[in-house]
Each structure stands twice: as structure tokens, then as C-alpha cells.
């Protein structure tokens, strides 16, 4: 599980900051995002955050689900 989170977490960082070019540039001529690209940078990290948050939470609740059936 942790390890397809973090293929998830890669990908996404993949996308913002390599096809979407997401993230102040190193190089010159120093290019800032546009408040757009901040937005929608913004967007995909909370959402990344959020999808973390719901599978351990989901993960959590099969585990306790899963001990509550053993101890029946």
C-alpha cells in the first residue's frame, strides 16, 4: 500500500512540476507562475493531500473492521 502511495505521490509530483511546469523556474530568464498555474498547482496539491488523508483513513477503518470480526 505504501509503496502505491508513493508511485501516486510521484506521479503527481511528475505532473505539476515536469509536463505542467508547475514551481518557480531555476532557469533564466526566471519565468513566475501566473496566478492560474498557482491556482491549479494549489489544487493538485490539496487534492494529492486529501487523497492520502482518505485512503489511510479508509485503511485505518479495514483494519479496525477486520479486528472487530476476529474478536466475534
Same mark, same amino acid.
Given at each position: &500500500? =505504501?509503496? /502505491? !502511495?508513493?508511485? !501516486?505521490? #510521484?506521479?503527481? !509530483?511528475?505532473?505539476?512540476?515536469?509536463?505542467?511546469? #508547475?514551481? *518557480?523556474? *531555476? +532557469?533564466?530568464?526566471? $519565468? +513566475? *507562475?501566473? !496566478?492560474?498555474?498557482?491556482? /491549479?498547482?494549489?489544487?493538485?496539491?490539496?487534492?494529492?493531500?486529501?487523497?492520502? +488523508? #482518505?485512503? /489511510?483513513?479508509? /485503511?485505518?477503518? &479495514?483494519?479496525? $473492521?477486520? #479486528? $472487530? $470480526?476476529? &474478536? =466475534?
Amino acid at each position: &500500500m =505504501a509503496a /502505491v !502511495l508513493s508511485l !501516486l505521490s #510521484f506521479g503527481t !509530483l511528475w505532473l505539476e512540476y515536469g509536463l505542467l511546469n #508547475f514551481g *518557480d523556474s *531555476d +532557469l533564466p530568464p526566471y $519565468r +513566475l *507562475d501566473t !496566478l492560474s498555474q498557482k491556482a /491549479v498547482w494549489f489544487a493538485f496539491t490539496i487534492g494529492a493531500g486529501l487523497g492520502w +488523508l #482518505f485512503t /489511510v483513513a479508509y /485503511v485505518i477503518a &479495514m483494519l479496525f $473492521r477486520g #479486528f $472487530r $470480526r476476529r &474478536m =466475534a
